[in-house]
């Protein structure tokens, strides 16, 4: 009940594509979706986040689309870029905790 | 200033050695975490310091110890380590805790145990 399923675990698209990745969980006590990026060498770096009060939520290229009653939120990236190309770990967090549960992750190649 | 730090960037070490980890930041958070990642996985939870204190271990082997000597400062001190424990060692810090916040990470120091 813990686990936040990820998927797909690797993606190429087009410059200019639209990569949508998804994320499930079972536990409806989370209430905090975020969604991270990461290059090689680096840490994690937050990208957008979301509660489960909102069905959307847009920063730039980014946009987080959340049902709650499937316990299901994704990432669309818009306009994709060669410097999109990372790995993205969707997580899960519920307030008064300070566990995150990751998803697995998706390596996400962006081809000029 | 919105960076944590950690140092070294690099480490390789022996399964006899005494190493330590540094991580630092000036954001004024009051939550600091060590999170431990193996290639081509998730970062996994190891220990979270909440206002200089100890509030989370999660079951993690003796032969790591963390030590928090001021808000701004975290230290992971390695002892007697084994090749498993090779990965990327990331630090991350929040503005307080009780959550959820957002994780400012660092860019990991990545340890190889020969």
């Known amino acids: 009940q813990q686990q936040v399923k990820q998927s797909p675990q690797s993606l190429i698209v087009q410059k200019g594509g639209i990569p949508i990745i998804n994320c499930a969980y079972e536990?409806?006590?989370?209430?905090?979706f975020p969604w991270y990026q990461q290059f090689p060498g680096k840490g994690p770096a937050l990208l957008i986040a979301?509660?489960?009060?909102?069905s959307e939520k847009k920063e730039g290229r980014f946009t987080i689309s959340f049902n709650k009653s499937a316990k299901q939120f994704s990432l669309h990236i818009m306009d994709s870029q060669p410097g999109d190309s990372a790995t993205y770990f969707c997580?899960?967090?519920?307030?008064?905790?300070?566990?995150?549960?990751f998803g697995t992750g998706t390596r996400l190649k962006v081809l000029a | 200033d919105t960076e944590v730090t950690q140092t070294p960037k690099h480490l390789v070490m022996g399964m006899t050695n005494k190493k330590s980890l540094k991580c630092e930041q000036h954001?004024?958070?009051?939550?600091m975490y060590w999170y431990k990642q193996k290639a081509k996985k998730p970062p996994e939870l190891m220990f979270v310091?909440?206002?200089?204190?100890?509030?989370i271990n999660e079951s993690v082997p003796s032969r790591f110890s963390p030590e928090c000597p001021n808000s701004s400062l975290l230290n992971l001190h390695l002892h007697a380590l084994q090749p498993e424990d090779s990965a990327l060692y990331l630090c991350?810090?929040?503005?307080?805790?009780?959550?959820?916040?957002?994780?400012?990470f660092g860019s990991g120091t990545q340890l190889s145990v020969l």
């Open positions: 979301i509660r489960p009060d909102v």
């Open positions: 991350a810090s929040s503005r307080d805790s009780t959550g959820p916040e957002k994780l400012f």
């Open positions: 536990n409806t006590a989370f209430d905090y």
């Open positions: 997580a899960a967090s519920r307030t008064g905790t300070y566990k995150y549960i």
């Open positions: 954001m004024g958070h009051r939550a």
């Open positions: 310091y909440s206002y200089e204190k100890l509030s």
